[in-house]
C-alpha cells in the first residue's frame, strides 16, 4: 500500500523542469480516479455500518434507526415541504449574519492592522470578546433581542465576526515589506498601494477566516434554534425528538450535515478563484 | 535622459539600544561619504556585508534622509522616492498575483502618464528587452528566479527612469544564471544609456559590471576608495573577460582592499 514515505520521496521533474516543459508529472502511486473511488468507498462503508449496526441490535433501532428508515423519512419531509421550510429559515437567517459579519469585520480589521495607535487600543478588548464563547451569551442576547430573528442574527455575527476579525488583521499586518518598499519606490499614494498591494496580498489570509466564519455561522445557529425558535433546521431537531419522530430527527440532522458541506465547498471553489496565483 | 548623482559629506546615524546593557545610543551607519555618480555611469559598490551599501541606496532612492551632509541629483536635494530613480531590489518583490506583464503595468500605473493601451504596449516592449516575450502571461510562481529578477528589471526601466538603483540583484540567482544576467545587464546599459549604481559583495561581479568599483569598509560605513575599472566588455560575448590578467589583478587590488584594516577609522573617501 503507498505510504506517505514512498509518495513524499518519489524521484521525478522538479516544478520548474514541470512548469518548463508545460507538463504535470504522473504519479505513480495515485490517480485522480482512484483517489475519488476510494472516497465512495469511505461513504459506502459509514452508510453499511449505520444501515446494520441497528439492524443487527447492536443499538436499540428505536434510538437509532437504520439508514434506509432515516433516508424515507427524509424524503417524506422533503415531499411536504417541510425540510425546505426550516432549511430556508436557517439557511436566511447563517446567510445575513454571515454578511453583516463579512462586511463589518473586514474594514474593522484593515482599520486595526493599518494604524499602529487603533491596534493598540483594540487589541485588549477584541481579545476579552473573542475569548467569549458565542453560544455563553445566547440568554444575553435573547433577553436584550428578544426570542425573535434578530438575537439569532445577532449570534451568528458575533461568531462570525472575529474570525474574520483576525485573519484581516493577520493578511494586513504580514504583507512583505519587500513589496511595500517596492511601492514606495514607485512612488505609489498610501491608498493605491493599499488598493493595489495590500488588500490583494491579504485576500487569501482573509478567506481562511471566512470559512472558518461560514462553518460557525450554521454551527451557531442550529444551537440557537435548538433553544428557541419557531422555524429553521435546529427547532426541527428538537420539535422532531420531542415528538418521538425519531427517523425524521435524524434526516433533519443530515439535512444540516449537508448544508455545512455545502456552504464549505461554495468557500472553498470561491476561495481558490481568488487566489489563484498561489503556488 | 541620465543624471548625475552627488554624496557629499552624507552621513547616516539609527537609533538603536544596545542589547548588553539596554541603552538608548546612536549607530553610525555611514559617516563621510563623499562620491560623485556621473551621467550615464555605471558604479560598483562593494563593501562587506553591514557596511552600510543599502543604506547609501536608501538615500539615492530617497526611501530615508540623511543625517547629515547631503545627497543630490542634478543639483537639486533628493526628498523623497521618485519617477526619475528606480530600484531593484534582492527579493524579487513582483506581485504574486499579477503575471509578468502586468507587474510591469503595475509601476506604469504606479508612476503614471500612461494610458491603458500605451501601458500593455510598453510593458510587452521591455519584455521583450529582457528576453521574456513568451512569458508575459506567466505569474511568478511559474517562473524561475532569473526570469523573476528580469521581470523586475523590465519593470523598473519601464517607465524610463535615469537612475537605476540595483540591491545585490543577482544575490540569490545560481552561479550562471547570475554570469548570463550581468552580461544581459551591461548591453541594457549600453543601449539606454542609464546611470546604473549596483551594490554587491562579490568582488567579480563589481569589476565585471562597474566602470568604477567604489569600494567600502565598514564602522562606519564610508567610501575607502574608488577605481577605475578599464576592462573592454564590449567582446564579452566571445571572450572570457573573467579569465584575463587585467581582470585578476582587479580582482586582487579590491579583495586587498576589503581585506586589510583600515588605517584610518574615519576614511576619508577618493573620488576619482
Known sequence: MPSLLAERTESGLNPRQQSAARVTLVSSHFTRLGRAGRGLLGIAILALVWEYVPRLGLVNNYFLPPLHEVLHAWWGQLRDGELLRNLRASAVRSGIGFGIAIVTAIPIGVAIAWYRPVRDILTPPLEVFRNTAALALLPVFTLILGIGETSKIAIVVYACFFPILLSTITGVATVDPQLLRSAKVLGLSPQATFRKVVFPAAVPTIFTGIRISGAAAILVLIAAELVGATAGLGFLINYNEQNFLIPQMYAAILTTTLLGLAVNYALVILERRFSRWRA | ?272
Open chain 2, 1 to 272: 535622459m541620465s543624471a548625475q548623482i552627488e554624496l557629499k559629506d552624507a552621513g547616516q546615524v539609527f537609533a538603536v539600544r544596545n542589547d548588553d546593557d539596554k541603552r538608548k545610543q546612536d549607530f553610525v551607519a555611514l559617516a563621510n561619504v563623499n562620491l560623485t555618480i556621473a551621467a550615464g555611469e555605471f558604479l560598483t559598490l562593494v563593501g562587506p556585508s553591514g557596511c552600510g551599501k543599502s543604506t547609501i541606496l536608501d538615500l539615492i532612492g530617497g526611501l530615508t534622509k540623511p543625517s547629515s551632509g547631503t545627497v543630490s541629483i542634478d543639483g537639486e536635494p533628493i526628498t523623497g522616492p521618485g519617477p526619475d530613480r528606480s530600484v531593484v531590489f534582492q527579493q524579487y518583490t513582483l506581485l504574486p498575483w499579477r503575471t509578468a506583464q502586468e507587474n510591469i503595468e503595475f509601476a506604469l500605473e504606479a508612476v503614471g502618464g500612461w494610458s491603458k493601451s500605451e501601458r500593455k504596449e510598453r510593458a510587452r516592449r521591455y519584455l521583450d528587452l529582457v528576453g521574456l516575450t513568451e512569458f508575459a502571461n506567466r505569474y511568478p510562481h511559474e517562473l524561475s528566479g532569473g526570469m523573476k529578477q528580469r521581470v523586475a528589471i523590465a519593470r523598473s526601466l519601464s517607465y524610463e527612469p535615469s537612475v537605476l538603483l540595483m540591491d545585490e540583484p543577482f544575490g540569490a540567482l545560481d552561479a550562471q544564471t547570475r554570469e548570463r544576467l550581468q552580461e544581459e545587464l551591461v548591453d541594457i546599459w549600453k543601449r539606454t544609456g542609464t546611470t546604473i549604481v549596483f551594490i554587491t559583495h562579490d568582488i567579480e561581479e563589481a569589476i565585471f559590471l562597474g566602470q568604477r568599483v567604489a569600494v567600502m569598509s565598514s564602522r562606519p560605513g564610508t567610501i575607502r576608495t574608488v577605481i577605475n575599472i578599464g576592462l573592454d566588455r564590449s567582446a564579452s560575448a566571445e571572450e572570457d573577460v573573467r579569465g584575463t590578467q587585467a581582470f585578476a589583478a582587479y580582482r586582487h587590488q579590491v579583495w586587498s582592499l576589503l581585506r586589510e584594516r583600515p588605517v584610518n577609522r574615519v576614511g576619508v573617501a577618493s573620488v576619482a
